[in-house]
Structure formats: C-alpha cells, structure tokens
C-alpha cells in the first residue's frame, strides 16, 4: 500500500501551501473495538478528577482562606488552560515522531502531571503548615500558593489528557464515520462513568477511614476525606492509562510513512528534511492559518459548538446554586435558616448531577441508534439543542413556582423555612435528568464531526480538536465574565443567564438543522488510502 504522496508527485517546498503541509497520515483501516474501548476508558479517570474539582474543591479554597473574589480567577485557569495548552499539544502530537508514536507520549506526560498536581493540591495545608502557616489564622498564604500551583498544573495536565486520547480515537478509527462516532459516544460514555464515581466519592464523608494518615493538624476531616478522593483518582487514572497505552500500541509515524512501511531510511530521512523545510511556519502562525483556511464545514461546526457552550455553561457553573436559591429559597450569605436551606438545595442538586451523569452514561450507548433513528447526526444534535432550550426555560418555570409555593413554619415564635413541596423538588430533578440526553450528544457528536471533517480537508486531527476546543472554552469564560452582571441587572439570581443559554440552544439547534452540512458517506476514499498507524 502506498503511504503519502509519492516522491516525483511532490510540489516544490517554496509551493507548500497550510493545507498540504497539514496532511497528516489518518488510519484507514480501523482498529479493533476493544482498542477504541481501552483507549476511550481512560475519559473516566480524567473524568473522575473533574467531578472531584467541581464538588470539593471549592469548599477546599474556603479552608485555606483564599477570598470569594480571587477565587473566581483561579478557576479561569480551565477555559484558559483549555484555549492554550489543548491547540499546542494537538499541533505537536500531529507531528510527533518519537518512537512510542504520535499520542501516546502526550497521554502518558498528561497523566504523570495530573499526578503531580493533585498531590500538590492534597498537601497544601501540610505543606503551607512545615514552611511556617500558622494554624490560628484563617488565611493560610503559603497553602494557599502551592494550591494554586497545583490547580493550575491539573487543569494544563487534564487538558494535555483529552485532546490526544480523542485524537487517538480518531487514528484508531481512520475514515470509518461509524467508528468514528462510536468512539466518541464511548469517550462520553466513560466521562460519565467517571463523573459518577466522583460525585459518590465526594460525598462519602467518611471516605478518609481507608487512609489514617491523611488526617494531620494542618489538615481536617474535610481536607483528610479530599486527599483520600485524589488517592483514588490518582489510582484509577493511571491504571486506565498504564493499561491502554500497554495495549494499545502506534508505530513511530514520519511525515512521509512510517519506517517499514515502503520506502529505506535514506528516503524516510530526505522526507522529514523536506518537511521540516516546507513548514518554517511557527505554531501561533500556524494556528491563525489554519483558522484562515477553514473550510465551510468547520466554520459552521465552530459556530453552532460555540452558541452550544453558550447555552450550558450557565447552567454547569450555577446548577447547584439555583437549587440552593431559587427552588430551596436559601442564601449563601444569610441567616443561619436561609443558610441551612441553601446547603440542602446544594445537595439535593449533587443528586441530580448524579442522575444527570447516569443518563448521560445511558445516552451515549445510544448515540448511534439516536442518530440512525432520527437521520443523521446533524439531525439529532439540531433536536437535542431544542431540548436543551426546553429544560432551560423550564428553570425559569420552576423558580416561579417554587416562589409562589413557598412555605413557612412557626417554632418557638420564630419564623423557619421549610423545603419546597416533593413536586417541585421532583420536577427539578427530573430536569437535571433529561438534561443528561443533550449533554451526551454535546459531549460526543461535535468531536466526530470534527474528526470527519478534517479527514476529508487533510487537516491533522490533533489541530483540528484543539481548534475546535476554542469555540468551547472562549464562551466558557465570556458566560464566566458576564453572567454576574448581566444577572445583577435584572435583580440577581440565576434565570437571567438560563434564558440566554435557552435562545442561544434554540439558535443553535436551529444553525444544526440549517447550515451544518452533512458528513460525507461511510465510504473510505482511495485517495487517502495510507498506512494503518497502529498495530
């Protein structure tokens, strides 16, 4: 089988255009499913690390006495982390040739730093107390500093993760869409598992028991049950990780073929010569090129992924919030009573992400029959999204209900608070639960697009994620940025960033139904018939 364009056929070096420098060898033939299985597996350590952040993570910053305000920057580190470190590390894992192949090497250092960091975040109380902490005081600025480091280092790690392991299922998959699809349904699969495993993990108060000696003076039973919960993601990461790199293996790939696979080492080394000085461009250049000579299919991809994030990010960042507040009636910064409500809506939200995650778990199995019962893929992301508009105005029909049936006890001549009525509560984690079925799509259906699409333009997989990974993160820290003042005009509170996610899922779904072309048919084309980059 030939591999790339033949010697004699090749262009001058000083005609290379973006394009032809970015066609990057893709599998035509597909590997096993168990291969796709093992690699996409590893989406649930990653996941499972995630689910600790969000649900652990932020008390944490309460304990080390890191101020609500400087707080909201250190979590901007994900979105940037994401618009950085994703397109850097998809650029070079296209053109990486280390002998362990192309993904792997990434994979392996995303894990290795995801180590790292969560023992550095785990130990920030022990650590801050041995440099001079005192235990007396409320802020703890030497705990406080190797925690920041550490959360940075984990969200650069968790990134470096998932941008290479979807671009590995691309490879495995080649130019079979189906596979292509299913690899990403099982990757979203699997973040669901791990969330799953997360959030009952995090909410095991009694967890650290397994490990007596996270418990220390500088480190209570909340911080002893964290670093427990960062064991265990540690343990489950890097055994997912271990063994799917183990069984999963890629050949060395060079930009002309892989060594063996026709063609002697001195063309192999005139090749990558050749390559080297075709493609002077540096990688910012390259990112802004490659953005310049986007093809239509994905730029309406981008476009309809960003209004997408548009609409659930309100909802990721204030779920929690709006079941303390708005159903449960509570307040973070009241009274003891309003106080006491607002921690029972917060918990009774962790179960509906709980359930969220089960049926996205559920979902992504799905995704395949979804899509074939509805008639395509572009079909059933433009349906979902319509949902997702539904759920999110529904918020702002059980908010009104939960105000109006809002009830009140008299203890001891004292006015308390009670929980809303079981419908109202049932309703509202009903709603978490259907919101499980856009988000599996959303977590599965634009990566495979995306994959496709760059199949068809010659584009390198890892680049092409990465830059899909911008329309993901830019609206995750526009909604960061805005949703607080743009709540505090209409008086606070979180319907008004839930109603412009709902016209931003409707304008999406309805940009998915009209403008986002069709993938071309399952059929492998001859023309990028090249070497398999596995084995």
């Not at 199949?455 to 092409?464: C, E, M, R, W």
Request: hydrophobic content about 45%; charged content about 15%; overall charge positive.
């Amino acid at each position: 089988m030939e591999s790339g364009v033949r010697k004699e056929d090749k262009p001058p070096s000083s005609s290379v255009n973006l394009q032809q420098q970015q066609q990057l060898p893709s599998s035509v033939k597909p590997g096993p499913l168990k291969k796709i299985i093992m690699v996409a597996s590893i989406a649930a350590g990653v996941q499972f690390g995630w689910a600790l952040q969000l649900s652990l993570l932020t008390p944490y910053v309460q304990l080390l006495g890191i101020p609500h305000t400087w707080a909201a920057f250190i979590w901007l580190c994900g979105p940037i982390s994401g618009m950085l470190v994703q397109p850097v590390v998809g650029y070079h894992s296209d053109r990486c040739t280390s002998r362990f192949g192309r993904r792997r090497p990434f994979i392996a250092a995303g894990a290795a730093f995801v180590t790292i960091a969560v023992f550095l975040i785990g130990y920030a109380a022990d650590i801050g107390h041995l440099s001079g902490d005192s235990l007396t005081k409320t802020a703890k600025p030497r705990a406080i500093a190797v925690f920041v480091v550490g959360f940075w280092i984990l969200d650069v790690a968790n990134n470096m993760l998932q941008g290479p392991c979807r671009a590995f299922l691309a490879d495995l998959s080649g130019t079979n869409q189906k596979k292509t699809r299913t690899s990403n349904a099982f990757f979203s699969f699997f973040m669901a598992v791990g969330n799953v495993l997360g959030y009952a993990a995090g909410s095991y108060t009694h967890l650290y028991k397994l490990f007596p000696f996270s418990r220390t003076k500088a480190c209570d039973v909340y911080c002893a049950n964290l670093k427990s919960c960062f064991f265990i993601s540690i343990a489950l990461l890097l055994t997912l990780t271990i063994l799917a790199l183990s069984y999963v293996r890629e050949k060395p790939w060079s930009p002309e073929g892989s060594p063996g696979e026709g063609g002697d080492e001195e063309e192999e080394e005139e090749a990558i010569g050749e390559a080297k000085e075709s493609a002077p461009m540096p990688f910012f250049g390259e990112i802004f090129a490659a953005l310049k000579n986007l093809q239509r299919p994905m730029w309406i991809l981008l476009l309809v992924t960003c209004l997408n994030w548009v609409a659930w990010f309100p909802f990721l960042l204030f779920d929690t919030d709006w079941m303390g507040r708005e159903v449960y009636g509570g307040d973070s910064s009241g009274n003891a009573d309003q106080l006491k409500m607002y921690d029972r809506g917060v918990r009774a939200g962790a179960l509906g992400l709980m359930l969220n995650s089960v049926v996205l778990g559920v979902t992504s199995l799905g995704v395949e029959a979804l899509a074939r019962g509805v008639g395509g893929v572009k079909r059933l992301w433009g349906i979902v999204n319509f949902v997702l508009a539904i759920c999110l105005a529904m918020t702002i029909l059980i908010t009104k209900l939960a105000q109006s049936n809002r009830r009140y006890t008299t203890v001891n001549g004292g006015t308390h608070l009670l929980t809303p009525p079981p419908g109202i509560k049932a309703g509202a984690l009903a709603l978490f639960a259907v919101m499980g079925i856009p988000q599996a799509i959303t977590y599965s259906i634009p990566f495979a697009l995306a994959s496709i699409f760059s199949n068809t333009s010659g584009a390198g997989q890892g680049l092409s994620l990465g830059v899909l990974n911008l329309s993901i993160v830019i609206p995750q820290m526009l909604v960061s940025v805005a949703s607080g003042p743009w709540d505090a005009l209409f008086g606070g509170g979180n319907p008004p960033a839930f109603v412009v996610g709902a016209v931003a899922a409707a304008v999406s779904g309805i940009l998915a139904f009209t403008m986002l072309p069709s993938p071309p048919p399952d059929i492998p084309s001859n023309k990028m018939a090249v070497t398999a980059a596995f084995h």
